[in-house]
């Protein structure tokens, strides 16, 4: 038996539930998925981001109910510091932190613009004003990050919590055809052929499509 349980809604849709998935895996968890399924009312508003606040993921492990992606990365962080869930040296755990929360907290227009689909593909899709400027601030974190790393994930050659948050986004360009610098491209590529990654989105090929309203615009 698992000595810990993730909870998580969709595996196409949520970007949140793939974030804390991928926490949970850096840090060598032994852990099962509970998949709350999308007929819940509170999940629905959840995905079609008409809920301010939702507790999914959530982590159950040893008594302790975390919920939250940042609250559970700190506490895992806490939990396992031998993983790497953050940089050693603390400039870089700084920036990791900063950057890992402006995603947190951030982005609006993206995420209303261009909503997490793994299983979507929309060449050519016209990305409107309100998200450029979310993409382009996007891109020179990735610039700056690999820069001063030298790849190839944000913080050198192991994946960290940044990487797990900018993971989702990286899927959406890849939805929604998006045109990015070399840099940022050569990022997204990187993150997409992460083994997690892979084993995630060949999961969500084989979940039941349940929230029909996510492609009513397209």
Same mark, same amino acid.
């Given at each position: 038996?698992?000595?810990?349980?993730?909870?998580?809604?969709?595996?196409? !849709?949520?970007?949140?539930?793939?974030?804390?998935?991928?926490?949970?895996?850096?840090?060598?968890?032994?852990?099962?998925?509970?998949?709350?399924?999308?007929?819940?009312?509170?999940?629905?508003?959840?995905?079609?981001?008409?809920?301010?606040?939702?507790?999914?993921?959530?982590?159950?492990?040893?008594?302790?109910?975390?919920?939250?992606?940042?609250?559970?990365?700190?506490?895992?962080?806490?939990?396992?510091?031998?993983?790497?869930?953050?940089?050693?040296?603390?400039?870089?755990?700084?920036?990791?932190?900063?950057?890992?929360?402006?995603?947190?907290?951030?982005?609006?227009?993206?995420?209303?613009?261009?909503?997490?689909?793994?299983?979507?593909?929309?060449?050519?899709?016209?990305?409107?004003?309100?998200?450029?400027?979310?993409?382009?601030?996007?891109?020179?974190?990735?610039?700056?990050?690999?820069?001063?790393?030298?790849?190839?994930?944000?913080?050198?050659?192991?994946?960290?919590?940044?990487?797990?948050?900018?993971?989702?986004?990286?899927?959406?360009?890849?939805?929604?055809?998006?045109?990015?610098?070399?840099?940022?491209?050569? !990022?997204?590529?990187?993150?997409?052929?992460?083994?997690?990654?892979?084993?995630?989105?060949?999961?969500?090929?084989?979940?039941?499509?349940?929230?029909?309203?996510?492609?009513?615009?397209?």
């Amino acid at each position: 038996m698992a000595e810990a349980t993730l909870t998580i809604s969709s595996r196409n !849709y949520s970007s949140w539930s793939l974030r804390g998935w991928l926490i949970c895996r850096m840090v060598g968890l032994d852990f099962e998925t509970a998949v709350v399924s999308g007929a819940d009312a509170s999940i629905r508003a959840e995905l079609l981001l008409l809920s301010p606040s939702f507790l999914v993921p959530r982590l159950d492990h040893g008594g302790i109910s975390v919920w939250d992606t940042l609250a559970i990365a700190e506490y895992l962080n806490e939990s396992y510091p031998q993983a790497g869930l953050l940089p050693e040296p603390p400039v870089e755990r700084a920036r990791c932190r900063s950057v890992s929360g402006e995603m947190h907290g951030g982005f609006i227009n993206l995420r209303s613009a261009l909503p997490m689909n793994l299983r979507a593909l929309h060449h050519g899709f016209k990305v409107f004003n309100g998200a450029k400027g979310d993409i382009e601030r996007i891109c020179t974190i990735f610039e700056d990050c690999l820069s001063r790393s030298g790849g190839p994930f944000l913080f050198g050659p192991k994946p960290t919590l940044a990487d797990a948050m900018y993971a989702p986004v990286c899927t959406r360009f890849r939805t929604y055809d998006v045109r990015l610098p070399f840099t940022a491209d050569t !990022y997204k590529d990187t993150i997409l052929a992460w083994d997690l990654m892979t084993e995630w989105t060949e999961a969500a090929a084989g979940e039941p499509e349940e929230i029909q309203e996510l492609d009513m615009e397209f």
